[in-house]
C-alpha cells in the first residue's frame, strides 16, 4: 500500500514538472466539449493521475473481493466443522436414546385366552340392523333360525 501511495507522489511530481517546462497547446474535445489551447503537459497530468485513480480504484476492489473470499472461505469452513460436531452429538443421542429389547423372561406367564360369551370360546357376533322391508325382514328370519 504504502508502494503504492509513493509511485502516486512520483508520478504527480513528475507531471507537475513536465507541465511547468512545457510550452506546447493542443485542443481537447471531452464528450462533445471543446477546450482550446490547452497545454500538453496538463493533459498529460490530468490522463496519469486519472489512470492512476482507475488503478488505486481496481486496487482496491480486487483486495476487497479477496478478503471477501477468504471471509466465505473461513466461514464455509466453520460451518462444515459445526455440521460434522452435530452429526456426532446427533449420532451420540440416538445410541443412547435407543430402545433396549430384551428378551422375554421365562418365568413370565402367557396371557390367558379371553373366552367368548356363550361360554365355549365362541364369540356372539353382533346383529345387523334390518331394515323394514318384507324381503330383508323375511331374510333375517331365515339366517336367524337353526337349520
Do not use: H
Not at 479477496?66 to 452429538?89: D, F, H
Not at 446427533?90 to 443412547?96: A, C, L, M, S, T
Amino acid at each position: 500500500m504504502i508502494r503504492l501511495i509513493v509511485s502516486i507522489l512520483l508520478f504527480i511530481i513528475l507531471a507537475v514538472f513536465v507541465a511547468l517546462n512545457a510550452q506546447y497547446t493542443t485542443t481537447v474535445d471531452l464528450f462533445g466539449y471543446e477546450f482550446k489551447q490547452v497545454s500538453v503537459a496538463a493533459v498529460v497530468t490530468v490522463t496519469l493521475a486519472v489512470g492512476v485513480l482507475y488503478s488505486f480504484t481496481l486496487y482496491v476492489s480486487n483486495f476487497l473481493s479477496k478478503s471477501r473470499a477468504e471471509r466465505l472461505k473461513n466461514q464455509k469452513r466453520k460451518n462444515k466443522e459445526k455440521a460434522t460436531e452435530l452429526a456426532e452429538k446427533e449420532k451420540g443421542i440416538r445410541e443412547v436414546s435407543a430402545p433396549v429389547i430384551e428378551a422375554p423372561d421365562a418365568t413370565e406367564t402367557q396371557p390367558k385366552k379371553r373366552r367368548g360369551v356363550l361360554g365355549k370360546g365362541r364369540v356372539k357376533a353382533p346383529k345387523e340392523e334390518v331394515e323394514s322391508t318384507p324381503d330383508s325382514a323375511v331374510a333375517a328370519d331365515s339366517e336367524s333360525r337353526p337349520q
